[in-house]
Nanobody, 114 residues
Framework: QVQLVESGGGLVPPGGSLRLSCTAS????????MYWYRRAPGKGRDLIAS????????SYADSVKGRFIVSRDNTKNILYLQMNNLKPEDTATYYC???????WGHGTQVTVSS
């Protein structure tokens, strides 16, 4: 079955960077577009980035555009999210998603604070 394991979160000061990873299994990763979502404390889960199956096309929410970069390695079945110039409002739990499945992983917590 579909499995998605997010990692790479942590505590980082404002202006810092983190790279999140999502290791996928149970489906043909290279044939699926993938998505990053986040849920801030007390809020709903928001879509922040998407990437096509080949990795050639990406899109971003306005809140992260110009700071975050989504990429993928189809040889390793891993999805990445490079997060730069982090702000306190980026504090959230981050999830990757294959929309062809209802599965959600546990996410990885990112806290931006001095």
């Amino acid at each position: 079955q579909v499995q998605l394991v997010e990692s790479g979160g942590g505590l980082v000061p404002p202006g810092g960077s983190l790279r999140l990873s999502c290791t996928a299994s149970g489906f043909t990763f290279s044939s699926r577009p993938m998505y990053w979502y986040r849920r801030a404390p007390g809020k709903g889960r928001d879509l922040i980035a998407s990437i096509s199956d080949t990795g050639n096309t990406t899109s971003y929410a306005d809140s992260v555009k110009g700071r975050f970069i989504v990429s993928r390695d189809n040889t390793k079945n891993i999805l990445y999210l490079q997060m730069n110039n982090l702000k306190p409002e980026d504090t959230a739990t981050y999830y990757c998603k294959n929309r062809a499945s209802t599965f959600w992983g546990h996410g990885t917590q990112v806290t931006v604070s001095s």
